[in-house]
């Protein structure tokens, strides 16, 4: 069973839909207990860090999380999610993440040349680091398959942890992942049919 964390962000029946259409069992739930008692944790989330990291600090759900990380148990953050995984954010301020993966979170107006559009939205390719193993979300898929991107910030400071980049004008950090914690700045359930080998992956996990 699946954990689709709840706490007030972020389409989480399209995530629940993409893991009903390849066979794995998934529940939206916001409660502390039911996320202990799954396999597998998803950290959803859209909109700006400070108010997510609120939203699931008011919860009380980040250290349900982070606890649950540290046993082991495998936790794939998406978008916003896999931002709040990494130490902080500087969107709008300065703010706390999880501390799961090492770095943080900047903006990539600055980055990317100025012709190209931020937010960055729609399809890109993955690209995947020589120097380590392909990580197992990605045993599934091919470098160069295209998936879905809709965000404005980025991780930075964190290239021992990248499992994947894709290109926007510059190197851009589009999955990471620090043992049993994954993330993905792209969303698999938007991603046709490579996000969802990419769910059925992590359902492998």
């Not at 959803?44 to 008011?58: I, M, T």
């Not at 990494?86 to 012709?115: A, C, N, W």
């Not at 995947?128 to 091919?142: A, D, M, R």
């Amino acid at each position: 069973m699946i954990a689709i964390v709840d706490y007030g962000v972020g389409n989480l029946f399209s995530l629940k839909s993409s893991f009903a259409y390849i066979g794995a069992e998934a529940i939206v739930t916001g409660d502390r207990q039911r996320i202990e008692s799954c396999d597998r944790i998803i950290l959803p989330g859209v909109g700006a860090f400070g108010d997510a990291a609120q939203k699931l600090r008011e919860a009380g759900l980040d250290q349900v999380v982070i606890r649950e990380a540290e046993k082991g148990k495998p936790l794939l953050g998406i978008c916003l999610g896999m931002q709040l995984l990494f130490d902080k954010s500087l969107e709008y301020g300065e703010y706390t993440g999880l501390g799961l993966i090492p770095g943080k979170i900047v903006p990539m107006r600055g980055v990317v040349p100025d012709t190209y559009k931020v937010p960055h939205i729609g399809w890109n390719a993955l690209r995947f680091p020589k120097e380590k193993p392909c990580s197992p979300l990605f045993k599934n898929v091919q470098e160069g398959d295209h998936v879905y991107f809709v965000h404005s910030y980025y991780a930075a400071e964190c290239d021992s942890w990248v499992s994947a980049w894709t290109e926007y004008g510059a190197l851009v950090t589009a999955a990471a992942e620090n043992k049993n914690v994954f993330g993905t700045q792209f969303h698999p359930e938007k991603s046709g049919a490579v996000g969802l080998k990419i769910l059925k992956a992590f359902c492998e996990i």
